[in-house]
């Protein structure tokens, strides 16, 4: 094998069902093209890796949440947290966050654990908990800034000491949503709704105490429901997904959307242009910070990499599709139309500008690079679809590798890690291409041809005719659409199973 290969971390695969959780060996597989099985499986109603990797959060049926350490797969901490509704682990897996169910508001029911000490550093009362105000505390990728959001202001603490309490505190009337950039944890955006005429705004702050006078940059506008923003790495761009419920174009029933980008230095404010109408449904950076790409427009919706100073810098074509995933290195890009879409994947080569291949998995509810950016990932999972839970997993050119069936699945995920720890992509390109001459075919490529590289596939159909009053209709004919792929998978079932008797 290859020297890239060999000082690579090797790639590790959750995958939990009923019965609980196990750990995978990942690709390249040496059983036959088959998984080895790293940690046999464990019982548990939920499990999530930290941000880096490094730590595996485990709840366990009896409200008790442990800790394991990712590398030994030993458990290391077990909490017990009677009436516990969620929790989440820092970036770098320091801290747990823990809420429960409270009665009164002086029954503080946000606690933050030292992991290492298995002491409760911080807690607090809140009311309720939603997406904007989930997780409490927010942590930069490196555990060194943490911050919250109340009430007209944002909180800092010393991610060192939280005995010290708040540190720091940025005034903002009128803040409903805050988002701390990762790497480094430098700055904040903050998000203020319309309010008594006032248009919305995003605004970016500095985290350094005396640099928060005012903000370095920000965007106001109207017809604005919610947000979603996006920091790049290195802190510099910010990306702001706005929303609106109400499309007064009359040309969607479902509101509209818009895309803009904000920068730190201030050099850039305003919106990304793109070259077609329609709502923006999904939107990525690179690894690097550099580009970003976008998946907008009505349907068969377009894809467009922007540079940093949104200059196109290349078209992906148009077709079915609704989601962008950008693998860790920035070489290769997968382009595929899940949900209520067919499935459809295009491969892309970012760095030669050329389309790789084109595929199809249906019925995919999670799609994920690995770390090494050789491979991507499908699963059909459970509650969302019911029947065919399967896992699929694909090489960068969109060839299929590996594909296993199960009763039920609820989760598949790769375990992360910094994709600094693997060789250059084109060594480890060739370190895979020549361990693929040596082994005989798989089972999956056997039953799959490779399909026809195109650079538009075909537009999907019209959809049909839904009225204007009918209220979140885009979510429910998404639904409507998964139930009767559903259903029709059970009465294929149904019908096979008559024949054999």
Same mark, same amino acid.
């Given at each position: 094998?290859?020297?890239?290969?060999?000082?690579?971390?090797?790639?590790?695969?959750?995958?939990?069902?009923?019965?609980?959780?196990?750990?995978?060996?990942?690709?390249?597989?040496?059983?036959?093209?088959?998984?080895?099985?790293?940690?046999?499986?464990?019982?548990?109603?939920?499990?999530?890796?930290?941000?880096?990797?490094?730590?595996?959060?485990?709840?366990?049926?009896?409200?008790?949440?442990?800790?394991?350490?990712?590398?030994?797969?030993?458990?290391?901490?077990?909490? $017990? &947290?009677?009436?516990?509704?969620?929790?989440?682990? =820092?970036?770098?897996?320091?801290?747990?966050?823990? /809420?429960?169910? +409270? @009665?009164?508001?002086?029954?503080?029911?946000?606690?933050?654990?030292?992991?290492?000490?298995?002491?409760?550093?911080?807690?607090?009362?809140?009311?309720?908990?939603?997406?904007?105000?989930?997780?409490?505390?927010?942590?930069?990728?490196?555990?060194?800034?943490?911050?919250?959001?109340?009430?007209?202001?944002?909180?800092?603490?010393?991610?060192?000491?939280?005995?010290?309490?708040?540190?720091?505190?940025?005034?903002?009337?009128?803040?409903?949503?805050?988002?701390?950039?990762?790497?480094?944890?430098?700055?904040?955006?903050?998000?203020?709704?319309?309010?008594?005429?006032?248009?919305?705004?995003? $605004? &970016?702050?500095?985290?350094?105490?005396?640099?928060? =006078?005012?903000?370095?940059?920000?965007?106001?506008? /109207?017809?604005? +429901? @919610?947000?979603?923003?996006?920091?790049?790495?290195?802190?510099?761009?910010?990306?702001?997904?706005?929303?609106?419920?109400?499309?007064?174009?009359?040309?969607?029933?479902?509101?509209?959307?818009?895309?803009?980008?904000?920068?730190?230095?201030?050099?850039?404010?305003?919106?990304?242009?793109?070259?077609?109408?329609?709502?923006?449904?999904?939107?990525?950076?690179?690894?690097?910070?550099?580009?970003?790409?976008?998946?907008?427009?009505?349907?068969?919706?377009?894809?467009?990499?922007?540079?940093?100073?949104?200059?196109?810098?290349?078209?992906?074509?148009?077709?079915?599709?609704?989601?962008?995933?950008?693998?860790?290195?920035?070489?290769?890009?997968?382009?595929?139309?899940?949900?209520?879409?067919?499935?459809?994947?295009?491969?892309?080569?970012?760095?030669?500008?050329?389309?790789?291949?084109?595929?199809?998995?249906?019925?995919?509810?999670?799609?994920?690079?690995?770390?090494?950016?050789?491979?991507?990932?499908?699963?059909?999972?459970?509650?969302?679809?019911?029947?065919?839970?399967?896992?699929?997993?694909?090489?960068?050119?969109?060839?299929?590798?590996?594909?296993?069936?199960?009763?039920?699945?609820?989760?598949?995920?790769?375990?992360?890690?910094?994709?600094?720890?693997?060789?250059?992509?084109?060594?480890?390109?060739?370190?895979?291409?020549?361990?693929?001459?040596?082994?005989?075919?798989?089972?999956?490529?056997?039953?799959?041809?490779?399909?026809?590289?195109?650079?538009?596939?075909?537009?999907?159909?019209?959809?049909?005719?839904?009225?204007?009053?009918?209220?979140?209709?885009?979510?429910?004919?998404?639904?409507?659409?998964?139930?009767?792929?559903?259903?029709?998978?059970?009465?294929?079932?149904?019908?096979?199973?008559?024949?054999?008797?």
């Amino acid at each position: 094998m290859a020297a890239a290969m060999e000082t690579s971390p090797a790639l590790e695969i959750l995958v939990r069902e009923p019965e609980g959780f196990s750990i995978w060996n990942g690709p390249p597989f040496d059983n036959n093209n088959q998984p080895g099985i790293k940690l046999e499986k464990v019982p548990c109603t939920s499990a999530k890796f930290s941000e880096d990797g490094s730590r595996l959060m485990v709840t366990k049926t009896d409200s008790a949440i442990s800790i394991y350490d990712s590398s030994t797969l030993k458990e290391i901490r077990c909490f $017990q &947290i009677p009436n516990v509704v969620a929790s989440s682990l =820092s970036p770098r897996g320091t801290y747990l966050q823990t /809420f429960q169910k +409270s @009665t009164t508001p002086q029954e503080k029911n946000v606690l933050l654990w030292n992991i290492e000490t298995g002491d409760p550093v911080y807690q607090q009362f809140q009311k309720n908990m939603t997406k904007a105000t989930w997780p409490s505390i927010r942590f930069s990728s490196d555990d060194a800034v943490a911050c919250r959001f109340a009430t007209n202001e944002v909180q800092f603490f010393d991610a060192a000491d939280f005995s010290k309490g708040i540190v720091n505190r940025l005034r903002i009337p009128g803040v409903a949503a805050v988002e701390l950039s990762k790497a480094p944890g430098s700055h904040v955006a903050a998000f203020v709704p319309e309010s008594k005429g006032s248009p919305a705004s995003v $605004q &970016i702050y500095a985290c350094g105490k005396d640099l928060q =006078s005012q903000p370095l940059a920000r965007r106001s506008f /109207f017809r604005c +429901s @919610t947000v979603q923003l996006l920091w790049n790495h290195g802190s510099t761009g910010l990306l702001v997904v706005v929303q609106s419920d109400v499309d007064k174009t009359n040309q969607s029933y479902y509101g509209e959307s818009k895309l803009n980008y904000l920068t730190t230095d201030g050099t850039h404010e305003g919106l990304v242009p793109l070259r077609k109408e329609g709502p923006i449904h999904d939107v990525q950076w690179s690894y690097s910070g550099k580009e970003f790409a976008v998946v907008y427009g009505f349907m068969p919706a377009s894809a467009t990499i922007f540079d940093k100073k949104c200059k196109p810098l290349l078209e992906l074509g148009s077709g079915p599709y609704n989601t962008i995933r950008w693998n860790p290195n920035g070489k290769f890009l997968c382009l595929a139309g899940f949900g209520n879409l067919p499935g459809d994947m295009a491969f892309w080569d970012f760095i030669d500008k050329k389309q790789l291949g084109t595929t199809r998995a249906e019925c995919s509810v999670t799609s994920e690079w690995s770390a090494d950016g050789l491979y991507f990932m499908t699963a059909t999972t459970a509650p969302r679809l019911q029947v065919d839970n399967c896992i699929k997993i694909f090489h960068y050119n969109g060839t299929l590798f590996f594909e296993k069936m199960f009763d039920k699945l609820f989760q598949a995920d790769w375990k992360p890690e910094s994709p600094d720890k693997f060789g250059e992509i084109a060594e480890l390109i060739k370190a895979v291409d020549s361990m693929k001459v040596e082994e005989t075919k798989s089972q999956g490529q056997r039953s799959t041809s490779r399909k026809p590289a195109y650079a538009n596939p075909p537009a999907q159909k019209p959809a049909a005719y839904r009225p204007p009053h009918a209220k979140n209709a885009a979510a429910v004919q998404a639904e409507r659409n998964e139930q009767e792929c559903t259903q029709k998978q059970e009465e294929e079932g149904e019908t096979k199973r008559e024949k054999g008797r």
